[in-house]
């Protein structure tokens, strides 16, 4: 049986261009009852992030006394895949919760809340391939809108081959039958990237080119979550306005 073709004369199969990113949407104070939320459309991926914090740790004895812990709990809504999933926590989910928070650590000032924890919890309504990355961008946008100080907004995208292609932002299928993943996120002010990882085979050349290719995916999702931050603040602006 022969595999499916998922690049049609240049065209993949949903019809975008081997260097472009699926469409975006990013809004970010979205959940009342968080101290900062964000909601994201990437593709068919549906996501949504609250935060809480800073604020004090429990059990205690997990606190540390020269910086706060960051905690991150990425989690897929058993509807969010076909067929169902378990809502119980998987080991995949334990795994992208580690990597969210390592990819956003670098990002934080944790020294300024000694004894305290952050809580960025990651709820998959919908899953459409590279959800680690679209979980670090949407993360980013709601830890801002929670006050928390940032050095720089954490950016994230993947690119990978298809198809012997190199291409960016993989959709599910393009992740499941591709031959290469390369998820990367990215601090463009900073220039430092805080998520590099690799699934399947790629030359020297071609992770080249699929590195820089990410790379210039996160500085255009870099722009998307500026303009969401922009967006919520003169929201809040125009109902102090109002009152």
């Avoid at 996501?47 to 006394?65: D, Q, S, T």
């Avoid at 198809?163 to 996120?185: C, H, M, R």
């Amino acid at each position: 049986m022969s595999k499916k073709k998922l690049i049609v004369k240049g065209v993949r199969l949903d019809g975008r261009k081997w260097n472009e990113l699926r469409p975006i949407k990013i809004e970010g104070g979205v959940l009342p009852n968080a101290d900062g939320s964000a909601y994201l459309e990437q593709g068919r991926n549906r996501i949504i992030v609250g935060v809480f914090g800073p604020r004090e740790l429990h059990p205690k004895h997990l606190a540390k006394p020269h910086k706060a812990v960051l905690r991150c709990r990425y989690h897929m809504a058993p509807f969010s895949v076909d067929p169902r999933r378990s809502p119980a926590p998987s080991r995949r989910d334990t795994e992208l919760s580690m990597v969210i928070r390592n990819a956003l650590e670098p990002a934080l000032f944790l020294e300024r809340y000694p004894r305290a924890s952050i809580d960025v919890f990651v709820e998959i309504l919908q899953a459409d391939g590279s959800t680690r990355c679209a979980s670090i961008t949407a993360a980013s946008v709601a830890l801002v809108d929670a006050g928390i100080p940032m050095r720089d907004l954490v950016a994230a995208c993947s690119a990978g081959k298809i198809d012997s292609e190199v291409v960016l932002d993989l959709n599910d299928i393009e992740d499941k039958e591709g031959e290469a993943d390369l998820p990367v996120a990215y601090m463009p002010k900073l220039g430092k990237v805080t998520l590099l990882q690799m699934d399947g085979m790629l030359s020297p050349e071609e992770f080249d080119k699929a590195l820089n290719l990410a790379l210039e995916g996160c500085n255009k999702i870099y722009e998307l979550q500026r303009e969401a931050l922009k967006s919520r603040y003169v929201k809040q602006g125009e109902g102090r306005s109002a009152e």
